[in-house]
C-alpha cells in the first residue's frame, strides 16, 4: 500500500462480465467490430451473450452516491501483508506470481503499477496486490467469490506454459451460509479475507483478472477524495449468485453494455463518465469469446494513466483525455474553467480529439480522432439522445 500519497487513494475495481444465453432474434455468430473503426450504432441487447455486473451505490455513500458502479474499492494494507507470501508460496518461483509480464516499458506505466513496493515494504507485487482487492472488494460488495482451490494450483502453474489461450472462468461454489459467514467477517475487517482463503485452502483469481486501464477521478470532481485506480476485466461462463450488501450497496444487475448506456441515456440510471467509456468500448465485442480473447491477449501491453481535466464551455463539461490536442502537459494543475479556447469553440477542426462532452449528467457524447494506445479498443461513438420524459426503452 503506498502510504508516501497524499492526494490519491488507491484503488481496484473489476468489469465483471458472465455468459448468457443468445435470443432467438440475436444476430449470432457475429463478426465483432473492428476495435480501430468508426461505429455509430450500438448492437441491439439481443446481439449479446453476456452482462455486465453493476452495483447501485447508497444513497449514504460520500462517494458518487446513487451511481451505478462496477465493484471494487480501495486497496487496503492487508492486500499487500506478507502474509500472502505463504498463501502463494507454490508460485513464489514465478515472476508476479504467475502473473503475465507486461510489455510496456516501466518508464511509461501508470505508477499504481509501476511502483516498487519493496521500497514501500510490501514483498508483494503491485499488479498482484491490486488484483486482491478487486476480488475481496467483488466478494464483499456482491457475494461473488472468485477464487480456486489450492488443490488445482498444479494445473494452473501448467496453464502458464500456453500463453496462447486462456478458458473462461468459474465462481467458486460455497454453500450459502457459508459464504454469507466470511462475507459478513471480510466486510468487518478486510484481513479476514487472508484468513478465510487460509482456512478454505483457496486462493484468489488472480489469473482471471486481466490488466484494462487506469482512471484517476478529476480535480474538484465527486467530493474531495480522489482515486487512482486500475480497472481489470474478467470473463466468467455464467452468471454466478449475488448476495445483496445493505450498506454500501442497494441494489445489483446484471445488463449488456448496450442496456445499460439506453438506461443511462434515459435518464433510469446514472453511471460516472469511466464506466460510460468502458461500456462504450465493450461495444466493440458483443460475444463473450471475443470480448475475453481481446482483453487476454491485449492485457500483456500495458495501459495509460488516464486522469480527466474538466473545462466548462457554453454550459457543457468538456472532460479531456491524454491524446486531446488540448490536455494539458500537466493535468495536476486546476483548469480555469471561466477562461474560452477558440480551439474548443470551432466545430470544423476535429485534429486529435479525446473528449467526453456532457450537456447535462445523463447526456454524453464522445469526441475521438486519436488512435488508442496500447492496443486498447475505440468506445462505439453514438449521437446522444433528445431526452423524452416519455420515452420508453
Known amino acids: 500500500m503506498n502510504t508516501a500519497l497524499k492526494q490519491w487513494k488507491e484503488a481496484s475495481t473489476l468489469i465483471l462480465t458472465a455468459g448468457r444465453r443468445l435470443g432467438a432474434d440475436s444476430l449470432s455468430p457475429r463478426t465483432p467490430l473492428d476495435g480501430n473503426g468508426a461505429a455509430t450504432r450500438l448492437p441491439h441487447s439481443s446481439e449479446f451473450d453476456y452482462d455486465v455486473l453493476l452495483l447501485k451505490r447508497s444513497a ?13 474499492g480501495m486497496v487496503d494494507s492487508s492486500d499487500f501483508s506478507s502474509d500472502w507470501l505463504d498463501v502463494f508460496k507454490s508460485f513464489l518461483n514465478s515472476p508476479g506470481f504467475g502473473l503475465r509480464s507486461v510489455k510496456q516499458p516501466v518508464e511509461n506505466r501508470p505508477p499504481i503499477f509501476a511502483t516498487n513496493r519493496l521500497k514501500l515494504g510490501s514483498p508483494i507485487p503491485g499488479e498482484v496486490a491490486l488484483r486482491i482487492c478487486a ?22 502453474l501448467k496453464s502458464f506454459q500456453d500463453t496462447r489461450f486462456s478458458q473462461h472462468h468459474t465462481e467458486h461454489k460455497l454453500g450459502c451460509d457459508e459464504l454469507s459467514k466470511w462475507r459478513a ?3 468487518k475487517n478486510p484481513s479476514n479475507f487472508m484468513r478465510m482463503c487460509q482456512e478454505l485452502e483457496v486462493l484468489p483469481n488472480i489469473w482471471a483478472l486481466h490488466e484494462w486501464a487506469n482512471w484517476l477521478t478529476p480535480t474538484a470532481k465527486y467530493g474531495r477524495t480522489r482515486f487512482d ?18 450498506k454500501e450497496i442497494e441494489r445489483f444487475q446484471w445488463s449488456t453494455p448496450s442496456e445499460i448506456l439506453q438506461s443511462y441515456q434515459a435518464r433510469r440510471l446514472w453511471i460516472a463518465p469511466p464506466q460510460f467509456y468502458e461500456l462504450s468500448r465493450m461495444c466493440r465485442f458483443p460475444l463473450l469469446d471475443n470480448l475475453h480473447s481481446f482483453a487476454h491477449q491485449r492485457a500483456t501491453e500495458g495501459c495509460d494513466q488516464w486522469m480527466p481535466v474538466i473545462v466548462l464551455q457554453d454550459q457543457q463539461h468538456i472532460s479531456l483525455l491524454p491524446g486531446d490536442k488540448l490536455y494539458p502537459a500537466d493535468p495536476s494543475k486546476p483548469t480555469k474553467n471561466d477562461q474560452k479556447d477558440s480551439q474548443l469553440e470551432d466545430p470544423t477542426d476535429d485534429s486529435d480529439l479525446h473528449r467526453m462532452v456532457m450537456s447535462d449528467p ?12 496500447y492496443n486498447h479498443l475505440l468506445p462505439v461513438v453514438t449521437p446522444a439522445l433528445s431526452h423524452n420524459p416519455k420515452s420508453q426503452l
Not at 462517494?63 to 462496477?70: D, E, G, I, L, T
Open 362 to 373: 445523463y447526456t454524453t457524447t464522445l469526441q475521438i480522432t486519436v488512435k488508442p494506445k
Open 135 to 156: 476480488v475481496r472488494e467483488t466478494f464483499e460488495e456482491s457475494g461473488v467469490l472468485l477464487v480456486v482451490p489450492k488443490k488445482e494450483e498444479k494445473r494452473i
Open 185 to 187: 467477517l471480510v466486510n
Open 60 to 72: 449514504k455513500s460520500t462517494f458518487m452516491p446513487n451511481a451505478y458502479v462496477f465493484p471494487g
Open 229 to 246: 485506480t486500475a480497472f481489470f476485466m474478467c470473463c466468467l461462463q455464467e452468471v454466478p449468485s449475488t448476495l445483496q450488501d445493505e
